[in-house]
Structures are given as structure tokens and as C-alpha cells.
């Protein structure tokens, strides 16, 4: 997929207008923050279980090499094939040569993001191969012709109305006027029109939420049951992964596979965990003939070593997203690839090249949200800093951010000026603010003034209100 995320300001700015999204925003963060909270105070290890997550992706990291070469020599024991595909490229046009050897026309597809970095339905597409996405939230998305604004509910910017009317749109077979006010009703058509296409496809394509090396499996999860359909009524069954997804052993997976539903949805488990391990075998009731791992790396190799590193150990489990005040305004197309809210910010312009998304890294309030909710404990905001450390060293700021944040820092590094100019400055601007208290406009606030009133300081600065706090003022 070719990344816009160079246009993140333009898709912001018509973001923020769309009153669509705004609602559609509303009920994704207040329904998934309280369930991901009532989940883990359901769990009173849960802070022990990330402890142990953390360790096991620390060390799968440090000994990556070992797992994957154990775990190509599984699925190989197992009856399988693995393909290594350093590039977006090489990965395309090894699956479409899979899909070529078995004689493959029609694909059913589980939602997988790594497919979405490679615009493989595009490409099977234009090769005359037709992808078919099983998953509601990804089929909604495939009849719209947009990609996913988020990594577990891809059609979550869209209000019920919207997807009514894409159904009625595309469905024309249909009764035009049937009923289509209710979740119910719009999911149980989209069951109907996908359950006679899972038998009728050649090849079934899924990601991997984990693959095992100890075993040579890959595990996928989902709450439709999509995924076992696609993986087990086709011929051929393609798994697409990338590298970091190898963990050593099953076990592991249990510890992860907690963790993973607890901060994606809030639920114990996720309804289907489905493992894979090799084509059908003598005596089995169904399964691939089939069966190939397509490993990506897409530059992840590259972060192994360095600043970026714990970014790989990212489960993909959308906590993140669902909390950060940036995503909520904004939803999951502004940021222009695959990967949005702050888990994008770091791994879009780590995979993609800082040049490809300069804004990213900077759209952040900092919160620290992201962090504290992050099952892995991904210091997000610490990686937004290396980034935007990496942009002033490569120059790639404008001259007048430069100078400001020289500026800055010699002011900063000075705390008697620093409290003279702070302490001036706060009261010159709460005296121009008068009574309203706000400003419409001032030089080189203009990002913030353009959409609202920038408030003026009010009494004295930090060490003021800190030292009068100190003497009881307060
Ligand atoms: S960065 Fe953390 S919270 Fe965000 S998707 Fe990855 S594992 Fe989940």
C-alpha cells in the first residue's frame, strides 16, 4: 500500500470536520475503554502476566534467527513450505506464484494487516485473481473500495447508516427494501453473502497473530469464526506473516494470547483461536491440501538493532488506539498507511522511512496514555522522541522549528532566565487577554488558532503557583 502519510496535516484537517467520524469515534473509545479496564481489574496478575509477555518478546527478539530457522524446519515436518520475502515486492509475487502453481482464481481473505502493507488485493486484482475479505469489518471496507482505520475494527470509522447504504449499494440483488436499522441485520446479510464463497475458493489467505516454532504453527484469532472458514474450506491455504510474530513455544502463546483479547476487546479470550499446522493428513475430515508460510520482513529487520526495537514487540492488540485523544479526533485514515494511532507513529516512519511520514512522530499530546495501557510496555512516547531526535539530526525540521528549539534549549538550560522570561511573558499575556482569558489569534500560534481559542495564562507561571503552594497559598 502506498503510504499518504506525507498528507497527514491535509487528512487531519478534513478529519476534524467530519462529523461522521466524530460519532463514529465516540462509540468505538466508550465502548473498548471500560471493557479493557473492568478486564484488567478482572485480573488481579495482570501486571505479572505482562511482565512475563514483555520477557518472552524481549527474548524471542534477541534469538529471532534460531526461532524462524525452527520454525521453517516444522512446517517443513509438517508437510508445509516457507517462503522468506525481504521486501513488499518479492512478497507479492510470491504469493501470486503460489496462487499460479495451485491453479488458484478466487481467494478468501482473513483480515491481515501485513496484506494491507503489501496492497495485495490490488495486485491479485490486476493479475486476475479475485480476493474476497471475510472479515465483517475488512469486507465492508473491500465493497467501499477504502482501507482499515484500525487494526482489529477496520470499518470503525463508519456509522450503521453508512454501512446500510454500501450494503444497499452493493447487494443489489437484494430486496431494496428491506429492513437494515440493526448490527443484527447488517451482519446477518453480510453472513449470507460470504458463507456460500468460503466453499466455492481456491485459496484461503490469512495473517498470524502468532507462529510457534517448537511446533511450526501459526495461530490466528478472531470473534466471527472468518478465519477457520477460510483456512480450512479452501485447497490451498497461504499464510502471510511478518517476522516478529515468531514466539518458541505454545505456552508462550497462552501468556500472549491473555494478554492480547484482554487489551484488544476486553474479553477473557477471543472467541475462535484457530492454530494451523500443515496441509490436511491422511484420516483428517478437512483441511488444505496445501499449506505455505509467507514470511515479510518489509523492513523489520532493520529495526532489530536499532532505536525502534521494542516497537517489535507490539501484539497488534489496538489498546493504544482505542485510548489515545489523537486517534479519537482523528480516526485511523488520517495517518496515511496501514498502522495508525501511536503504535503508527512509530512503526509507520520506521518502516516506511522518516521522509515518508515526518508528521507522525510530532502528532502526539504526550500523554502517556498509550504507554500506561500498552500490555507490552512499549515506551511509545520515548520512541516518538528518538524519531523526532533522528528528523533535527537529519535537518529534516524546517530552519525556523531549528532556531526556536535552540533557542529554547539555551533558555531551558538557564533556570534563572528561564523563570525571568516565563514568569514576563505569563503576565504580559494574562494582562493582554484581559477578561475573556483567550486569545483569537497570536504570532505563531497559528495551527492551534485556526480551529479554536488559544487560552491565555492565567496568574503566575509554574515556579510561582509551586512556590506559593509550598508556603500554603494554595
Ligand atoms: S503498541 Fe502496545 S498497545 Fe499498541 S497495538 Fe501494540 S501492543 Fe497494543
Redesign the pocket.
Known sequence: METQSRHFKENVAAAILDDDLKGAMSKLTSALRPKRASAVAGLPEFDQLRDHGIAIRMHTLDHIDTYLAQFEDNVIANGGHVHWCADEDSARQTILDLCRQHDVRTVTKGKSMVTEELGLNTFLDSHGILPLETDLGEYIIQLRGEHPSH?IAPATHLQREQIAETFRQSHTHLDADRPMDTAESLTEEARQELREKYGAADAGITGANFMIAETGSTIIVTNEGNGDLTQTLARVHIVVASLEKIIPTMEDAGVLLRLLAR??TGQDMSVYTTLSSGPRRPGDPDGPEAFHVVLVDNGRSGMIGGSERE?L?????????NHCPVYAAIGGHAYGWVYS???GKVLTPSLTGLDQAPDLPNASSFCGK?EE????R?P?PKLMRNLRTKQTEMKMTSMRQRVILALWSQLASRPALYRLVTGTVTRILARIAGKRGAFRWLPMTGGWTKMRDLPAPEGGGFFARYNASRKGDH
Do not use: E, F, Q, T
Request: glycine residues 4%.
Open positions: 487494526i487489551s484488544a516497537m514487540r507490539c501484539i497488534r492488540c489496538s489498546a493504544c488506539l494511532g501511536p503504535m498509550c495501557v500498552c500490555p507490552m512499549i511509545l
